[in-house]
Each structure stands twice: as C-alpha cells, then as structure tokens.
C-alpha cells in the first residue's frame, strides 16, 4: 500500500464548475500538506500550504486537511480551461521543506 | 513565488555519454536542495537530498555513482547522469528549500533526458 493515495482521474468537468481533489495517507506524523499543479513536462507549482489539521483558502482555492480521518482535499471553484493540469497532493512530516511524499496526481480536464 | 531555475530543458544524449543538469535558485540561498524522478502518468520520486558543501544522500536504490551530486553553492546544485544507458530517459526535477518567511520548496521547470 503506497503511503499516499490519489485517484489519478482523468475528472473532467464543465467551465464553472467545482473541482473536487482528495488524498488519503496512512503516516500519521504527516503534518504538512501542499498542492501542487503540474502542466505537461514541467516542474510542479505550489498552490496551498496547510499546516496540520483546517481549512485554508485562497482566492478560488480551498485546503482542507483531516488528520482524524488521514484525508485531504482541494476544492477549485469557477473552474477554467487554464486549470486543466495534473494535481499532485505533497506531505512532509518535519516540515514543508523537507522530503516530500507525493501522491500519484490526478488529471484534471475542465471543457469550455 | 520563488524562482527556480533548471537547465536544460531537454537533452538527447548517446548511451554512454554523460549529462549534466544544473538546477539555480534565482532569488534566495538554498543550502538543501533535491532532485526528483518521473516517469510518464507517474508521480515524482526522490532520488537524493542536496546539502550545499556537503556529500549528497541518496535514496535507497538510487546509485550514486550513476548520479553525480554537486551543492557547491548555496544557490547551484548539479545532477550528472554518468554512462547514460536508455533506461535513464525520464523527467528530472529539481527543487529548492526556501527558508524565509516560511519553509517552503519550490520546483524547477524540469529536464526531459533521451538517451538513445
């Protein structure tokens, strides 16, 4: 069992619509959680940084983070063309600079 | 955000020859920085951690003598891909640990390796 999980899609939805992401882990001493997004054949982008457990917004992104229940998430709101990419869940235990695990990305396609 | 820069973009090389790839912090000192894996619809796997003026750690699996770790400024670090066979073609990442205002790491835009 890989220490994180993420559905690798492909999600596609409309213009507008919500993108919902999720990844489950199994490292209870993950206390550090980022997104990132990756278009083709180039590096990762860092979207949101959460420390622990809550909720973090930021413009149209929104993180959450239960650590009860080992789940987070990433919501897209007013989704565009532009945010068609591949979302990579990251964690670290000692800090968000240190040794990341990443999930296996899901691609997300949002049609015009 | 920070910027991170990583030469070159892509690379086609002979089975046997070496390649070096540079990986620059372009606005802040870096004295960790790492160098990642990934194969197509794959994740990103870690090969080793860089730490400038010091020897590199690697992953478990990851040969060093295959890939050449250089720190040797607090804003360069090096990967050479040694004796380069066709199973090394893969995307190699970089990234950089910014300290200040708060640990974060940011990513270089990646090398495409084709070794024929």
């Known amino acids: 069992q890989k220490e994180v999980e993420q559905d690798p899609g492909p999600l596609s939805v409309p213009e507008g619509a919500i993108v919902s992401l999720n990844c489950t882990y199994s490292?209870?001493?993950?206390?550090?959680f980022m997104w990132y997004r990756q278009y083709s054949r180039k590096g990762p982008e860092l979207l949101m940084y959460?420390?622990?457990?809550g909720n973090k917004e930021d413009g149209r992104f929104t993180a959450q983070v239960d650590k009860s229940s080992k789940y987070i998430s990433l919501f897209i709101r007013d989704s565009q063309p532009s945010d068609s990419a591949t979302y990579l869940c990251?964690?670290?235990?000692?800090?968000?600079?240190?040794?990341?695990?990443f999930g296996g990305g899901t691609r997300v396609l949002v049609k015009p | 955000g920070a910027v991170v820069s990583q030469h070159p973009s892509r690379v086609i090389c002979k089975s046997g020859t070496s390649v070096k790839i540079e990986c620059r912090s372009l606005?802040?000192?870096?004295?960790?920085m790492f160098w990642y894996r990934q194969f197509p619809k794959q994740s990103l796997m870690l090969m080793a951690t860089?730490?400038?003026?010091?020897?590199?750690?690697?992953e478990q699996g990851v040969e060093k003598d295959k890939f050449l770790i250089n720190h040797a400024s607090l804003t360069l670090s090096t990967l050479t891909v040694t004796s380069a066979h066709p199973e090394d073609s893969s995307f190699y990442i970089c990234?950089?640990?910014?300290?200040?205002?708060?640990?974060?790491?940011?990513f270089g835009s990646g090398t495409q390796l084709s070794v024929l």
């Open positions: 959460t420390y622990s457990s």
């Open positions: 490292n209870s001493a993950f206390q550090y």
């Open positions: 606005d802040f000192q870096a004295t960790t």
């Open positions: 990251a964690m670290s235990a000692g800090a968000a600079g240190n040794k990341l695990t």
């Open positions: 990234s950089a640990r910014k300290t200040e205002p708060v640990e974060k790491l940011f």
């Open positions: 860089s730490n400038e003026g010091s020897k590199a750690t690697y």
